[in-house]
């Protein structure tokens, strides 16, 4: 029996209906995206929620922000964890075939497995969705168009590394190939506007940090990133599947720990001449705080303007605007006059890169 939302909310203080009400908006969100059977799974666990009060009061007294740490896409990880796991074939089944009484099998769930739901609400949202690759790649099309030269590429929040293999994928972009022809995993994402510049890019090295990386040859890893790729996307499950293989003979160099004390060490590191040292990162901004992203964005204005022309300096970000109206591909480059960098907006995409709507290196800011 569904539990109405005017019972679950009555008596309850406006952040906690707040917080518990997220799994609404997100799960339209999720519809909104093209994955309708999140929307379902979401819509019912927010309907069953006080089937599992200590989950609900995690919930509802969430100390972060609830929107920015994904708390609902930590839930629907771990209820996609267990279909995958088969240990409720009721659960398995609505999974497999799409259709069903979401809210009674969705209910018993929460019942039964309120410890294993915690523990999932505890891990960050980590898709590396190796689809974003392909808008790292233009961005760096664009400037080895310009200056062709070999790139050190360093990735903040860089979860399984899977993304700093991005030359070793084959991208087609805007009717274009770039990348390897031989790899095992095509990127194509649905591209608008006039195709990406020819060029070549070369990374002499690549390497990344995150607080909690993923070691991609841990099986048991492997399954926590599939559980976290939506249900009803089979493209992007593929694709990760593809990414995961590429890695086993390439494993990415991961570092664990803080972004912006890396990424000083780093920076600080002597810089060969010829090369273009590159700092990349996707959907991470949002889950910084306010201080972390003030360090991370000192950090890299500061090897900014120690740059110079035979050793230059760039920041590709893919990230949410201020307002999550929009997400954009944005490229800084050092060295200039002033030393605050030439900023450009080369395009908007979708969230799991699936769409670029390009508008180029003379887009301006």
Not at 42 to 58: G, K, N, S, V, Y
């Amino acid at each position: 029996m569904a539990v109405r939302p005017s019972t679950v909310f009555a008596g309850r203080a406006d952040n906690r209906f707040s917080h518990r009400n997220d799994l609404a908006r997100q799960a339209a969100i999720a519809g909104e995206l093209g994955s309708p059977f999140v929307q379902h799974v979401l819509e019912a666990a927010w309907r069953q929620l006080d089937h599992a009060p200590r989950l609900a009061e995690t919930i509802d007294f969430w100390a972060g922000d609830f929107a920015a740490d994904a708390v609902a896409m930590r839930l629907n990880a771990g209820l996609h964890a267990l279909a995958r796991r088969g240990s409720h074939p009721a659960l398995s089944r609505l999974y497999r075939e799409r259709v069903g009484d979401f809210d009674a099998i969705i209910a018993a769930v929460l019942a039964l497995e309120e410890d294993e739901l915690l523990q999932w609400l505890h891990w960050p949202t980590q898709t590396n969705e190796v689809a974003r690759s392909s808008a790292f790649m233009a961005a760096l099309l664009t400037m080895a168009a310009r200056d062709p030269r070999p790139v050190e590429l360093l990735e903040i929040g860089t979860s399984a590394g899977l993304n700093l293999n991005l030359t070793r994928y084959r991208h087609i972009l805007g009717g274009r190939a770039f990348g390897d022809p031989h790899s095992r995993l095509t990127l194509e994402p649905e591209w608008v506007g006039s195709p990406p510049p020819s060029a070549t890019v070369e990374v002499t090295r690549a390497q990344g940090v995150d607080l909690r990386p993923i070691v991609i040859a841990d099986p048991l890893a492997q399954e926590r990133m599939m559980a976290f790729v939506w249900a009803d996307r089979e493209d992007r499950r593929a694709r990760l599947a593809a990414a995961i293989a590429v890695a086993r003979g390439s494993p990415p160099v991961v570092h664990r720990g803080s972004a912006p004390e890396w990424l000083v060490e780093q920076t600080a590191r002597p810089q060969p001449d010829g090369v273009r040292r590159v700092v990349v990162h996707s959907m991470v901004a949002q889950y910084l705080t306010d201080a972390e992203r003030r360090s991370l964005f000192d950090a890299i204005l500061r090897a900014g303007r120690r740059s110079t022309p035979d050793r230059p300096f760039a920041w590709i970000s893919l990230e949410w605007t201020a307002d999550r109206r929009e997400v954009q591909l944005r490229l800084a480059e050092w060295p200039t006059a002033d030393g605050d960098g030439i900023i450009t907006t080369l395009a908007t995409c979708h969230p799991y890169g699936n769409r670029i709507d390009w508008r180029g290196d003379q887009a301006g800011c």
